[in-house]
């Protein structure tokens, strides 16, 4: 890349950074040109959909994820390592508000400049939850899809005002319907087994003899 092309490249990204994080990830790909001194040829020159400017924009984060994943496989119990990386991806689903829909709509479209990182970083959290679940840390009715919506979700949830405050317990909420043993209330206590019911055992009535009846 030349010179002048690389400076127009940086400086496209820096200004798209600013701008999508004001106004979110439909914010005016015109008004992102603009604001960096180019033409919006220029822009869509580097990058020629919205997707593929968000995913150079989340290019280090989706990276971070993969080696995250990796170092978790290796340092951290089952249980711990799928915690720890959900956060991380709710996380980076956050960082610009309304990315999460792009995502979720991208790793089913092949021709999303998206789709081979949300694929790559669902294949990472497959990991986790497939070491997760043959330690019988994890739900065996979950796969590594289903955990990539529940990402979704969880970040859709950031994202809303009136639902932000509430985010870490609802991350409890979701983390406790993964995990078989912990529990939603303080996000990492483990399930007790309920105490067994007490067996009553009923004696049958007898007629009470004629001499005790009045």
Request: proline content about 4%; charged content about 25%.
């Amino acid at each position: 890349m030349r010179a002048d092309a690389r400076k127009n490249y940086d400086q496209l990204l820096a200004v798209a950074s600013a701008v999508v994080t004001e106004e979110g990830a439909d914010a005016s790909l015109r008004d992102i040109a603009r604001r960096a001194g180019v033409g919006l040829a220029t822009l869509y020159r580097h990058f020629p959909t919205r997707d593929a400017l968000l995913e150079a924009l989340l290019r280090t984060s989706f990276d971070d994820l993969t080696t995250r994943a990796d170092e978790l496989e290796t340092s951290s119990s089952p249980e711990d390592a799928l915690v720890s990386w959900l956060r991380d991806c709710v996380a980076c689903a956050h960082e610009y508000r309304g990315v999460t829909a792009l995502m979720m709509a991208a790793i089913e479209d092949t021709e999303s400049a998206l789709h081979a990182s949300c694929v790559t970083m669902r294949a990472a959290g497959t990991r986790l939850l497939a070491r997760a679940q043959a330690a019988g840390m994890a739900r065996a009715d979950i796969d590594g899809t289903d955990l990539f919506a529940l990402v979704g979700a969880l970040a859709w949830l950031n994202d809303q005002p009136s639902l932000s405050p509430r985010a870490d317990h609802l991350f409890g909420v979701i983390a406790s319907t993964i995990l078989t043993n912990r529990a939603s209330s303080d996000g990492g206590e483990e399930r007790r087994p309920a105490p067994a019911a007490e067996t009553r055992v009923e004696t049958p009535s007898l007629p009470l003899p004629s001499h005790q009846i009045h």
